[in-house]
Each structure stands twice: as structure tokens, then as C-alpha cells.
């Protein structure tokens, strides 16, 4: 089946640095890519709809100039956290739909980020 | 992005017994779908159910779908214990292909 690979899984940074998260689709090409943060024992939130070849599309409330999204080639897609602050530490996670027929998504397996 | 409520937020059984998860929303929608998540691990696409469609089953999962009360429900029969986890429903609105999620439901199936 259509896999999505995330890393790092887990990742602790220094206040004011920046952390990049990759998200590669293994065995199919995804022109938009999707990315979540998750609080503990919370639901997904939508943060950026992550476009191949043109600007990431942001959802309301989320600064753009802190969460860089590139998504420089059919199978990849980055978000950059940018001068992390430990209010940012949270469970991200970025998804792709495999098939254009079919409206189930694929996630990665997320990235713990601890900034401290 | 808007969401949905679910309920029960936590649901404790014991193996063998069946669960059953309740998931309501507020928008109209294009399709409807259930997801697991385990513990601090990423999602797995479990079901999808269209807006046509009122019932629906793969294994051991059974997905109802009732457009005028604008609500779903995911019934896990003869539960196991692998099956404790984190399970959302998620929405996609006609025209769009992003997904709104519920608050989920937290199952835990003890031997």
C-alpha cells in the first residue's frame, strides 16, 4: 500500500533554533501534501495545505513566517519550524491522498517536537 | 477548520466485546472517514463511507452514515486488545479534498 515516511520521529531543539521535518511519499507521487499539529490527547489541526511547485496554502491563525512549507518535488515536502519556542513543541504530522480516485489519506507516522 | 464531536471521549471494554463509537458534525459533506491512531504514532485509514452511502463494512468494522441527523457511527465487533487506540472520524466537504477531524474517541480493550 501507498506509504508515507516522516522523520525525524522525535527531535528536541534549543529555543530560537529552527527544525526542518521531511515528509516523502514512498510509491506515489502527491502534488499537494497535507500537515497537522496535534496537542496531547487532541484532535488533528490543519495547518498548511502544502503545494507542489507553487506557495503553501495556510489555514487561519497559522504565521506562515514560522512554519516554512517547500514542496520543491512530487514526493517531498518540508516544514520548517523556524525560531522554535517551547509554546511550539507538539506532534506534527504531514498526509497525502495516494489516488485521485480514492479519498482516503496516508500520514506519516509524525514528529515529537520538544523545544526546550 | 471546524469539528466535529464524538462520543463516548473514552470507551473501556473488555476483550470479545464489541465497541461502538459516535461521531456527529456540523457541515454537509462529501464523504465521512475513520481513522486509529496509537499512541504518539501517526494515523491509519481504517474506513470510508460516501454521502450516498448509509452502511458500510470491512472486517470486523461497521460504519453507519445518517446524512439528516448528520451523524456517524463505527461499531468494532469481538474487540481485541490490539484494537486500543485513538479513533477519529473526519469529514470532507463537497468541493474540498482537506480533512476536518472530530475530537476522537480513546478505547481501551483490556484481556
Known amino acids: 500500500g501507498a506509504v508515507v515516511s516522516q522523520h525525524p520521529s522525535r527531535v528536541i531543539c534549543k529555543s530560537g533554533t529552527s527544525v526542518k521535518i521531511e515528509c516523502r511519499s514512498l510509491d506515489f507521487q502527491a502534488t499537494t501534501m497535507f500537515w497537522y499539529r496535534q496537542f496531547p490527547k487532541q484532535s488533528l489541526m490543519l495547518m498548511a495545505t502544502s503545494n507542489e511547485g507553487s506557495k503553501a496554502t495556510y489555514e487561519q491563525g497559522v504565521e506562515k513566517d514560522k512554519f516554512l512549507i517547500n514542496h520543491a518535488s512530487l514526493t517531498l515536502s518540508t516544514l520548517t519550524v523556524t525560531s522554535a519556542h517551547p509554546e511550539d513543541s507538539s506532534f506534527y504530522i504531514c498526509?497525502?491522498?495516494?489516488?485521485?480516485?480514492?479519498?482516503?489519506?496516508?500520514f506519516g507516522s509524525g514528529t515529537r517536537l520538544t523545544v526546550v | 477548520s471546524q469539528q466535529g464531536e464524538e462520543d463516548p471521549q473514552a470507551l473501556s471494554i473488555q476483550e470479545g466485546e464489541n465497541a461502538t463509537m459516535n461521531c456527529s458534525y456540523k457541515t454537509s459533506i462529501n464523504n465521512l472517514q475513520w481513522y486509529r491512531q496509537n499512541s504518539g504514532r501517526g494515523l491509519v485509514h481504517l474506513i470510508l463511507?460516501?454521502?450516498?452511502?448509509r452502511e458500510k463494512h470491512s472486517g470486523r468494522l461497521r460504519v453507519t452514515l445518517d446524512t439528516s441527523k448528520k451523524s456517524s457511527s463505527l461499531l468494532i465487533t469481538a474487540s481485541r486488545a490490539a484494537d486500543t487506540a485513538s479513533y477519529f472520524c473526519?469529514?470532507?466537504?463537497?468541493?474540498?479534498?482537506?480533512?476536518?477531524f472530530g475530537k476522537g474517541t480513546m478505547l481501551l480493550v483490556s484481556p
Open positions: 498526509s497525502a491522498r495516494p489516488s485521485q480516485a480514492y479519498y482516503g489519506y496516508t
Open positions: 463511507i460516501r454521502s450516498n452511502e
Open positions: 473526519a469529514t470532507v466537504a463537497p468541493g474540498y479534498s482537506t480533512l476536518t
